[in-house]
């Protein structure tokens, strides 16, 4: 399971608007005080090492605004999204080539129609990313509310 902190934002009936931290993995290394790396994405951007990001849920859950949450997400939908993503251009651009390629056209046109291919892919991903936007499986899910001892 990938798990997320965020803070309730607002909330509309069931539709939860929550705000999430999204911070360069620099921050949780141990060894960012010796590491050019970090040093170098601190000095390029300071924007870099922390970013708010706004996402809706739905969710019955009783909130509060301001309220910290943990979200969920599990690994194996991470997985598939990111490999229906990338594959499905890739395979549309090889798909294309080979067919035009095995119609006797020479390697210029071969190659315009693995770029018409890869296009195609883009466009069915877009596609492909409507359909997933509402699919339970690819939707963070509300865990529980954080408790702050004080």
Known sequence: MIVENAWVQSINNNQITLQTIRSSS???CKAKSGCGQALLSKVSDDNYQ???NNITIFSEENVSIGEEVELI???NSLVKAALIMYLTPL???F???LIVSS???NDVVTSLSAI???GFGFLLIKSINNRLQHN???EPKLRRKIIETT
């Open 95 to 97: 798909s294309l080539a």
């Open 73 to 75: 997400l599990p690994e």
């Open 91 to 93: 395979f549309a651009m």
């Open 103 to 105: 119609l006797g056209f």
């Open 136 to 138: 339970e499986l690819f």
């Open 50 to 52: 922390e970013q708010k």
């Open 116 to 118: 018409l291919g890869l």
């Open 26 to 28: 620099c921050q949780s």
